[in-house]
């Protein structure tokens, strides 16, 4: 987005008004403080920065007018200073035409300004706004990081100023001019801390703004990477369940299709109904990123789904018992989700790695937990117990990630007495887990 910096071509926005111009279109649309403090602030851009940016000839150029004009009237009070030679006014413009290089050199600017500074105050120039260009030097070198350069040149340039003022002053224009006040001197000397200040303050609130923009760019990056995973998650559990239940009944359609072409259609009849749910759910999972914001089309699946899981099993060889302890409670949407999906990814598991028929579901409602087990007798299927099944998946980890999301956990391993057993706990009261803590990976775990 474009923002005010005082150094680029004009723009036109909504309605023809010129961006960048803060007396065209108000000092809300494109102005120096366009997009508020939050947003950068009104020296990220302006007359102070960024350094290594555009020539900053506009907010240069104000400052050349500025010290014209106002010398221009100081001069009609100060008769004695009125007559305005070339030099004096080559030197008045000097200050401004070397702002234009305080973004690529900003040590160096302050200096020369400085010293151009001091060249007009020793030319016997009216006293007037030609610190101007001094103070934008100085604030644009210390928000730069080049601070001793300022307080150097500033330094020099107060200490010079002492030397004309009490002393150099009898032989520089113009004539019979006296020494200055000391009184005077301590304004002077009160003028440049403060100088020194503003500086200070611009640099440490252009880091603040800095360090908040690199927050909000890792907040955005984050949320991006945890809706990704999210989206894996759902994609993986939807496509791992339903793929396994129609490779299970294609394999049985091809065994019965001429021994038994009812038994076959059955098979085929539950591959369609799979298939189409599978397909449903890609596409609510798709269109939230079509439409980023807008509310579902259809609830997310929870526990209440549990029997049209068991169906499924069912159909693809396995027989679920279901088996609810305590008081069944509603569930947060969430929670419900991420139990519904350890269930079926279980479940999936023991379909695709199991050569168990039967698996036993344990729904444990607590006040302020609610516990899952899901277990079968085994035994392995043979590819997985021979060590030739491909490893490297992701269905255990997704159970975990989606457990420690809402502060629980996931078990996972097999059972003494033989076969496998996956024991989920997740509390009703959400605490979220750490995020950079995310949940390790069973080395002996073989998920799709």
Request: aromatic fraction near 6%.
């Amino acid at each position: 987005m474009h923002e005010f910096t005082g150094e680029r071509g004009p723009e036109r926005g909504p309605g023809g008004w010129r961006r960048g111009v803060p007396w065209r279109g108000g000092p809300w649309r494109g102005g120096p403080w366009r997009g508020g403090p939050w947003r950068g602030g009104p020296w990220r851009g302006g007359p102070f920065g960024p350094p290594g940016g555009a020539v900053p000839w506009r907010s240069s150029l104000a400052v050349a007018v500025v010290q014209m004009v106002g010398t221009g009237f100081a001069a009609h009070r100060q008769p004695d200073r009125a007559d305005l030679g070339p030099g004096v006014y080559a030197l008045l413009l000097a200050g401004p035409a070397l702002l234009l290089l305080r973004h690529r050199h900003p040590r160096l600017t302050v200096l020369a300004v400085s010293a151009v500074t001091l060249g007009y105050l020793a030319a016997g120039g009216p006293d007037g706004p030609v610190f101007l260009s001094v103070v934008v030097a100085c604030v644009a070198a210390v928000a730069a990081g080049q601070r001793v350069a300022a307080w150097y040149a500033v330094g020099a340039l107060w200490a010079g100023r002492l030397l004309i003022a009490h002393w150099l002053y009898r032989w520089l224009p113009p004539p019979g001019d006296g020494s200055a006040g000391w009184g005077q001197e301590v304004a002077v000397a009160a003028w440049a801390a403060a100088v020194l200040a503003a500086a200070e303050l611009v640099r440490v609130r252009r880091e603040q703004w800095a360090r908040e923009r690199a927050e909000r760019a890792a907040a955005v990056r984050r949320r991006a990477d945890e809706e990704r995973l999210r989206i894996a998650r759902e994609l993986h559990d939807v496509l791992a369940h339903s793929i396994s239940v129609i490779n299970v009944q294609a394999g049985v359609g091809l065994a019965l299709l001429d021994q038994d072409p009812e038994q076959a259609r059955t098979a085929l009849t539950t591959i369609k109904a799979a298939s189409k749910e599978a397909l449903g759910e890609v596409r609510q999972v798709l269109d939230t990123l079509r439409a980023s914001g807008a509310a579902p089309r259809q609830p997310a699946p929870g526990l209440d789904r549990l029997p049209e899981l068991t169906e499924q099993a069912a159909g693809a060889g396995l027989t679920v018992e279901v088996e609810t302890r305590g008081v069944r409670a509603a569930l947060p949407p969430g929670t419900d989700l991420a139990a519904f999906r350890i269930v079926q990814e279980a479940l999936t598991n023991i379909v695709r790695h199991s050569g168990a028929r039967s698996a036993r579901v344990r729904l444990s409602y607590a006040p302020e937990e609610l516990e899952l087990r899901v277990d079968d007798d085994g035994p392995a299927a043979t590819d997985v117990a021979a060590g030739t099944a491909t490893g490297g998946g992701n269905g255990l980890v997704g159970m975990r990630e989606r457990a420690a999301a809402l502060g629980g956990t996931v078990d996972a391993g097999p059972r003494p007495d033989g076969g496998f057993r996956v024991h989920a706990r997740i509390p009703l009261t959400v605490t979220t887990a750490p995020r950079d803590e995310p949940a390790a990976p069973d080395a002996t775990e073989e998920t799709p």
